[in-house]
T-cell receptor
Framework: GDSVTQMEGPVTLSEEAFLTINCTYTATGYPSLFWYVQYPGEGLQLLLKATKADDKGSNKGFEATYRKETTSFHLEKGSVQVSDSAVYFCARRITGGGNKLTFGTGTQLKVEL | DADVTQTPRNRITKTGKRIMLECSQTKGHDRMYWYRQDPGLGLRLIYYSFDVKDINKGEISDGYSVSRQAQAKFSLSLESAIPNQTALYFC???????????FGPGTRLTVL
C-alpha cells in the first residue's frame, strides 16, 4: 500500500548547520508529496509540496525535490536556525483516496546555539 | 482568529467514560478529517468526511465514531474510553481538488 518512510530522530544540529531529513515513498502511481512542520504545542502546517516528478518545493529556506527515480523527497536547508526546531513530517497523497494523506512517523529537529 | 479550532484543548478522563472532541472550521472546506498522533507512529487517520452526509472509516476507526453536523463541524466520540486511546488528536480540513490539509491545534486526551 501507500506509505512513507522518513529518517528517525531526534536530529540535533548547531545553528547554521546544513540539514537533510530523508524521506522515501512507495511508488504507487505519481503521488503529490508534502512536508509538514509541527512547532511545539501546535498543529501541523504545510511547509512545502511538489505535485510531479522533478518539481522542487521550497519555503522559508527549505527545499525538497520530487525524485521519481529514487522515490525520494528529502528535505534540505542550507543554514538552520534555532527557530527551526520542530517535528517534520513527510507525507504523500493516497492513490485513489481523494485528498487523503499518509504520513511518515516524523523527525524531531533540535537546533542549538 | 484560527481557521480550524478544536475543543477542548486538553482533557483528562477515566476508563469507560464517553468523550466528545469537537472541531469547527471557518475555511469553507467540504472535507474534514480526524487523526491521532502517537510518539513514533506519526499521524494515523481515524475517520474522514468529504461532505455533510459522507462518513468514512480510516485506518484506525475501532472504538471511535464521528458526526458531521454541518459543513463546518466534525465531532469525534469515544464511546467508552480506554487508556490506549491516550493521544494527541488533530482535526484537519481540505477543499475538493486541493491536496493541502489544514490542521487544528490539537486536543491532548489522557485516559486514566
Amino acid at each position: 500500500g501507500d506509505s512513507v518512510t522518513q529518517m528517525e530522530g531526534p536530529v540535533t544540529l548547531s545553528e547554521e548547520a546544513f540539514l537533510t531529513i530523508n524521506c522515501t515513498y512507495t511508488a504507487t502511481g505519481y503521488p503529490s508529496l508534502f512536508w509538514y512542520v509541527q512547532y511545539p504545542g501546535e498543529g501541523l502546517q504545510l511547509l512545502l509540496k511538489a505535485t510531479k516528478a522533478d518539481d522542487k518545493g521550497s519555503n522559508k529556506g527549505f527545499e525538497a525535490t520530487y525524485r521519481k527515480e529514487t522515490t525520494s523527497f528529502h528535505l534540505e536547508k542550507g543554514s538552520v536556525q534555532v527557530s527551526d526546531s520542530a517535528v517534520y513530517f513527510c507525507a504523500r497523497r493516497i492513490t485513489g483516496g481523494g485528498n487523503k494523506l499518509t504520513f511518515g512517523t516524523g523527525t524531531q529537529l533540535k537546533v542549538e546555539l | 482568529d484560527a481557521d480550524v479550532t478544536q475543543t477542548p484543548r486538553n482533557r483528562i478522563t477515566k476508563t469507560g467514560k464517553r468523550i466528545m472532541l469537537e472541531c469547527s472550521q471557518t475555511k469553507g472546506h467540504d472535507r474534514m478529517y480526524w487523526y491521532r498522533q502517537d510518539p513514533g507512529l506519526g499521524l494515523r487517520l481515524i475517520y474522514y468526511s468529504f461532505d455533510v452526509k459522507d462518513i468514512n472509516k480510516g485506518e484506525i476507526s475501532d472504538g471511535y465514531s464521528v458526526s458531521r453536523q454541518a459543513q463546518a463541524k466534525f465531532s469525534l466520540s469515544l464511546e467508552s474510553a480506554i487508556p490506549n486511546q491516550t493521544a494527541l488528536y488533530f482535526c484537519a480540513t481540505s477543499n475538493t481538488g486541493d491536496n493541502e490539509q489544514f490542521f487544528g491545534p490539537g486536543t491532548r486526551l489522557t485516559v486514566l
